[in-house]
């Protein structure tokens, strides 16, 4: 089955958006929304911080790979 690359990135925002999610439940957050101080927004300051939680526009490139991974491993499973 072919998928274009869109709907991979479309498809990829929404696991992005799962995985925020559960990390949230969890007790993570963003760099910037770190109740320890100020830092740049990549940087961790205490053991909750997750550098991922980001929207998934405003992450970099290598790091959107893994979502789009995910589905690509997905679709292969559920389609091959």
């Not at 993570?28 to 911080?49: V, Y």
Request: with cysteine; charged share 30%; proline share 5%.
């Amino acid at each position: 089955m072919e998928i274009s690359e869109h709907k991979i990135e479309l498809l990829a925002s929404k696991v992005h958006d799962a995985w925020w999610d559960e990390k949230f439940q969890q007790g993570f957050h963003a760099p910037l929304s770190c109740p320890a101080g100020e830092g740049t927004k990549f940087e961790k300051r205490c053991d909750q911080c997750h550098t991922d939680m980001y929207p998934y526009n405003e992450l970099p490139d290598n790091i959107k790979e893994y979502d789009r991974t995910t589905v690509r491993a997905v679709l292969n499973a559920l389609f091959s």
